[in-house]
């Protein structure tokens, strides 16, 4: 929900923007995901991020106002992962097929990326979880079932 009270939701048929009365702000359909991704809104409130699929994998960065596109980082992978944004508007999501936890600024350029040493057997799939601290913790998940593990802190 953003700062408006506007609910952003994304679901197999696209992405919505809810007004508080229930009537349809704007969408953007289709959008290229599964629908399995929650978005997440800038600090200021101006921006959403989401995970797309498909044929144009990778971060988008729209415009709250009217769903327009700011941005779009590009992965070579897809991503089951939500995206996290920190106080500061650092933006964080994993990457499936590489094992990358991504760090982007605000304008969509790279501020780090961490590969996972094992990356040919393991997803960085779950959304990253920002402390009120500012500590990132990441969930890993093995490509074997019941193997999975939590890696306690990543320091930014």
């Not at 936890?101 to 990326?113: F, Q």
């Amino acid at each position: 929900m953003g700062p408006d009270n506007v609910v952003y939701q994304i679901t197999e048929g696209g992405l919505y923007a809810i007004n508080p009365d229930n009537t349809i702000k704007w969408s953007l359909t289709p959008i290229g995901t599964g629908g399995r991704s929650a978005p997440a809104i800038s600090p200021d409130g101006k921006k959403i991020y989401y995970l797309s699929k498909g044929f144009s994998p990778g971060l988008k960065a729209l415009n709250t106002l009217d769903g327009s596109q700011i941005w779009d980082y590009s992965i070579n992978s897809f991503s089951y992962s939500s995206v996290a944004v920190d106080n500061e508007g650092t933006i964080y999501f994993g990457s499936t097929l590489n094992a990358s936890l991504h760090a982007l600024n605000p304008d969509g350029t790279i501020k780090w990326i961490y590969t996972h040493p094992n990356s040919s057997s393991i997803g960085i799939e779950a959304p990253p979880a920002i402390g009120t601290d500012g500590t990132l913790t990441i969930y890993e998940s093995y490509t074997k079932p019941g193997s999975n593990f939590l890696k306690p802190r990543l320091e930014k």
